[in-house]
């Protein structure tokens, strides 16, 4: 992206960040616990000093990781992009690292401008757990059948209200339809991912929609019902609320 300067002379940046969210209140700061957003803040105003416009791209949940995060950022700092992130590294905590830093069009905003996010969602599905994946996996000891869940995964995919799959509160108002362009469940050992793709996700909304498959696999909702689920707009029709340790933000599409 060309450098570019807005009227008053602030700097858009895009900065991309990854974070290993088992010790944050998600990223939303708040009063009840450390957030990532605080420690990002933090760290960007030990290197250009507390004179910035920050906004990220997503709401994470507490103990909800991700692999990338995107923020912009206008500041005033002249510091070249790669002699920020450098610097923002050495002030982030070592569960928080920056992964790039460009210049980026003087409108551009992490949130409103993003196409499409990718999540996954990590089982360890072992009778045995695995102590190196607590807090990063769901520990789920009961068999799961990933061709199964898979093919139900499928009637996700579309343009429907998922009002089903997401908990209702002060954040969700309007508009309940979500775009879903892809959803996959797939094994690779012990470890079973599911990964679901759309243009935008309502809250709790793939946790929701992870909860409903297991309550396929333990036969409590059957496997061809998802669609009449969605079509139902209730949430008591869904599955539980999967926990958050086994859900990362995997991708951001601009």
């Known amino acids: 992206m060309r450098r570019l300067y807005t009227a008053d002379n602030l700097r858009n940046l895009l900065v991309t960040i990854s974070y290993d969210g088992k010790g944050f209140c998600g990223w939303q700061i708040q009063k009840n616990g450390i957030t990532v957003q605080e420690v990002f803040q933090n760290a960007l105003n030990a290197v250009v000093g507390e004179f910035f416009d920050l906004k990220g791209c997503s709401r994470t949940d507490s103990g909800v990781h991700a692999n990338m995060y995107c923020i912009s950022v206008k500041i005033a700092h002249p510091i070249p992009t790669e002699r920020l992130k450098h610097a923002l590294n050495k002030w982030l905590p070592d569960e928080v690292v920056c992964l790039d830093c460009r210049e980026a069009e003087s409108d551009f905003h992490a949130r409103y401008m993003c196409k499409s996010k990718q999540y996954i969602y990590k089982i360890w599905n072992s009778e045995v757990r695995n102590p190196f994946l607590n807090g990063y996996a769901l520990f789920?000891?009961?068999?799961?059948?990933?061709?199964?869940?898979n093919?139900?995964?499928?009637?996700?995919?579309?343009?429907?209200?998922?009002?089903?799959?997401?908990?209702?509160?002060?954040?969700?108002?309007?508009?309940?339809?979500r775009e879903v362009k892809m959803f996959s469940v797939k094994r690779e050992g012990n470890l079973v991912t599911m990964t679901v793709e759309a243009d935008g996700f309502l809250y709790n909304m793939v946790r929701i929609m992870v909860g409903t498959l297991l309550e396929v696999a333990q036969g409590k909702i059957p496997a061809g019902s998802i669609s009449e689920i969605i079509e139902k707009k209730d949430r008591s029709c869904a599955g539980a609320t999967a926990p958050a340790c086994g859900l990362y933000l995997n991708k951001v599409n601009y």
Request: aromatic share 16%.
């Open 140 to 149: 789920y000891r009961y068999p799961l059948d990933e061709k199964l869940l």
């Open 151 to 177: 093919e139900a995964a499928q009637a996700y995919a579309g343009r429907h209200d998922f009002t089903s799959f997401c908990t209702l509160d002060k954040r969700e108002k309007g508009d309940f339809v």
